[in-house]
């Protein structure tokens, strides 16, 4: 059988902030061999310690022979790259998902991604649990709802005391803390149903922790996962960058583990 990727995996990343740069230190079975960001001083430090070409002009960033894309960035930079990474025909994976909460562009790119054989990835990122989530696309749900608490550094919040900043609809929260709750779209997503979400700024807390409940015809879950926040973006968790990283480890495994 032909493989699907180069060996090592060429990969080329778009954002070389926080978890761009964890990806960098710790590459093993692929390289990045390519980064763009929107800061050019930014990317030029990346290069020169990651060894990675450096880009700010995406189409020229395409043009080189990648297998596949990793979107490390925001939901800003999912929006305007996103299609033109496909186009190129390169497979994505993308960890701002917050950007596919609009229905409307959500549905064109992954058009554009079944026309073209593309995959898009969306890691587990922040949390666990999305493997099974997925049931509730096949079974009956009766609850997803998804409580997120974090710091006021994480947040960049002034508040002194614990306190509840949103509760309603994963897309309605996204949309007002896109760099912190890009996980309520991924379990949407997963799940095929809205999550219903809270988030609680805690002052005394140190862990950015999420909380998923799950009820269905399968019976019920809650799972709880305390995140170290990631030295350079509080608002991050460490596990985001991790799961990224393992995701990338294993695309070219014959064997594939979970759901
Ligand atoms: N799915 C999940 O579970 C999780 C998702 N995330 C998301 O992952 C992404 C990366 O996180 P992290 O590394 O901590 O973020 P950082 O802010 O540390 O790094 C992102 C980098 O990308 C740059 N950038 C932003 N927009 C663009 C653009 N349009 N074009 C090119 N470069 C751009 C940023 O520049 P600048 O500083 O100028 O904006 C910055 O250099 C974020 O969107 C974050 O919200 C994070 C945690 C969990
Ligand atoms: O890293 C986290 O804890 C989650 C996060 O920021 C996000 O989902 O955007």
Redesign the pocket.
Known sequence: MTPIYSSPMKVGVIGCGNVGSILAERQKSFKIVAAYDSIPERVAAFSDKYGAKPFSDIDAFLQEPLDIVVEVASINAVKDLAEKVLLAGRDLIL????ALADDAFRKELLTTAKQLHRRIHIPS???MGLDNVRVGKISRVDKLFLK?T?PSR?LNSNESVFKCLFAGKARDC?AL??????????LSLACGREADVELWVDPKAEQ?M?EIFFEGEFGDAYIR?R?L??PENP??????ALSVLSLLESLDSPLVIGA
């Open positions: 960890l701002s998902v917050g990122g922040a949390i997120t974090k994480s996204v803390y896109p760099k912190n709750t890009n996980v309520a779209i991924s950015n999420h996962i995140n926040p990631a608002a991050t968790s460490y596990l985001a």
